[in-house]
């Protein structure tokens, strides 16, 4: 069996993290408002979103 050095690993993880953190991004901001079973969920207000992640310096402004 082959074992990968840190040095190989890190930009196998990087790109692991971005996609992960990019699917989250998308499910997040495709969401629709969603009612069952007499509840209602409603979906993240896109722009009040984006202005909160560009605030914080996690989306780029």
């Known amino acids: 069996m082959n074992l990968l050095s840190n040095e190989e690993c890190s930009p196998l993880f990087v790109a692991v993290i971005e996609a992960t953190e990019e699917a989250i991004y998308n499910s997040l901001l495709q969401a629709a408002t969603t009612?069952?079973?007499?509840h209602t969920v409603q979906a993240l207000p896109i722009?009040?979103?984006t202005?909160?992640?560009r605030k914080y310096g996690v989306v780029p402004r």
Do not use: P, S, V
């Not at 009612?35 to 007499?38: A, I």
């Open 47 to 49: 722009g009040r979103t």
């Open 35 to 38: 009612t069952g079973n007499g």
């Open 51 to 53: 202005e909160i992640l």
